[in-house]
């Protein structure tokens, strides 16, 4: 079985090394970014099966690499993370329809259940 990728476009070092550690410990390959305008180059160069990205981050927006993830790249899976509890940005963040949303501080087992459904939907896609 081949090993599954996760990019992580996450800016804060706490939270890009604990995601990177954690899901590396789960076997995952870990490709990780500090900022967006990464994203779309790392994306045009590497597999990637699932992105993890922050909603605010430099370069280029979470809301900007989802909308060109879906445009294209329309078959990665999507999460979204962001440490802005505001009303405004998850309607913005779920308006370009990430398949899920996470405010920080995120549980990780809860984030291991929606990584394991996520790409067991898309493998079945």
């Known amino acids: 079985m081949k090993t599954k990728t996760i990019l992580i476009a996450e800016d804060d070092?706490?939270?890009?090394?604990t995601?990177?550690?954690?899901?590396?410990?789960?076997?995952f390959a870990v490709i990780a970014v500090t900022n967006g305008k990464d994203v779309?180059?790392?994306l045009s160069e590497n597999h990637v099966d699932l992105c993890i990205?922050?909603?605010h981050l430099p370069g280029k927006s979470g809301e900007e690499i989802l909308t060109?993830?879906?445009?294209?790249?329309?078959g990665i899976p999507a999460i979204i993370l962001t440490g802005d509890d505001s009303p405004e940005t998850e309607r913005n963040?779920?308006?370009?329809?990430?398949?899920?949303y996470f405010t920080k501080p995120v549980n990780l087992p809860d984030l291991?259940?929606?990584v394991d459904r996520i790409l067991e939907t898309s493998a079945t896609a």
Not at 68 to 74: A, F, I, K, M, P
């Open 13 to 17: 070092l706490f939270y890009r090394q």
């Open 19 to 27: 995601l990177c550690r954690h899901f590396e410990k789960s076997g």
């Open 40 to 42: 779309l180059e790392l």
């Open 53 to 55: 990205v922050d909603y």
């Open 68 to 74: 060109r993830l879906r445009l294209d790249y329309c």
């Open 93 to 100: 963040a779920r308006a370009i329809s990430p398949d899920f």
């Open 112 to 114: 291991d259940m929606v």
